[in-house]
């Protein structure tokens, strides 16, 4: 993967990041950002639907997924969504905390993505209509140093 040739950053190497670089780390943090953003606002929701036909308020769904099982804990979804406030809400002037952010995002964003993951195979073995469906769900393998 192109970003762990500059992971972890430091104060040194963002001041020196060419512009393909920012752009990639760009793409990384929108991305990252998108995805949680469908997880939380899509397919938490929707699961927990499919499952009690009732809607609830995010703090409930919340709970409810956890309960689920092996999807993700309260306490890490809660986490993530920190992390996620500090790129949209608090762009920092500060290189020292930007650097400290992205590189907690680089480090937990395995989080984000088996999460989806764990939607996916939960689904498939919860509703039988998904049966036998698994292609619609591809999703490409994390990419492991």
């Known amino acids: 993967m192109e970003l762990e040739k500059i ?3 430091t104060e040194k190497s963002f001041g020196k990041l060419n512009d393909y670089r920012v ?3 760009d793409q990384f943090i929108f991305r990252s950002s998108k995805l949680q953003d ?4 899509q ?3 929707a699961l927990v639907l499919s499952i009690e036909e009732e809607e609830r308020p995010f703090k409930n769904i919340l709970n409810r997924v956890e309960t689920l099982g092996e999807i993700i804990s309260k306490e890490e979804w809660l986490f993530l969504i920190k992390l ?14 930007n650097v400290e952010s992205i590189n907690s995002l680089f480090e ?5 993505y088996y999460t989806f993951i ?8 919860k509703f039988d209509y998904l049966k036998g469906k698994s292609e619609i769900f591809y999703t490409p393998a994390f ?3």
């Open 118 to 125: 764990n939607i996916k195979n939960y689904s498939l073995g």
């Open 38 to 41: 469908a997880i939380g606002q």
């Open 143 to 145: 990419p492991e140093k």
């Open 108 to 112: 937990n964003v395995k989080l984000i």
């Open 23 to 25: 752009r990639l780390l």
């Open 7 to 9: 992971m972890p950053l």
């Open 84 to 97: 996620r406030n500090q790129f949209l809400h608090e762009c920092s002037d500060k290189i020292i905390e």
């Open 43 to 45: 397919l938490f929701p």
